[in-house]
């Protein structure tokens, strides 16, 4: 058991980006983790101003935590859904 709870923490950490088990097909996952820049404008409203952000991705096989940070407020995230698409875009929600 402890074998095991090794390997898959290994691999849920480090092993699922590694490009060889993506060209062996065993990984579809994309990497998304990083810091990005971001523009959010409301669907709310038709003439919504676009505001500037930052988001923090932090990722591993299992598990995604997003940080969204505005001029004026800041967001956590900690549900996600992420999937590709049969285009081979990532979809995050």
Request: charged share 15%; net charge positive; proline share 3%.
């Amino acid at each position: 058991m402890s074998m095991y709870g090794i390997l898959f923490g290994s691999f849920d950490r480090w092993a699922w980006r590694w490009n060889l088990l993506r060209k062996m097909g065993l990984v579809n996952t994309p990497c998304l983790a990083g810091n990005w820049k971001a523009e959010i404008k409301s669907s709310f409203e038709s003439r919504a101003i676009p505001i500037e952000a930052t988001v923090v991705i932090r990722q591993t096989w299992t598990h995604m935590e997003i940080v969204l940070s505005t001029a004026t407020s800041k967001s956590l995230s900690i549900v996600a859904s992420l999937a590709v698409a049969a285009s081979n875009l990532p979809v995050l929600s």
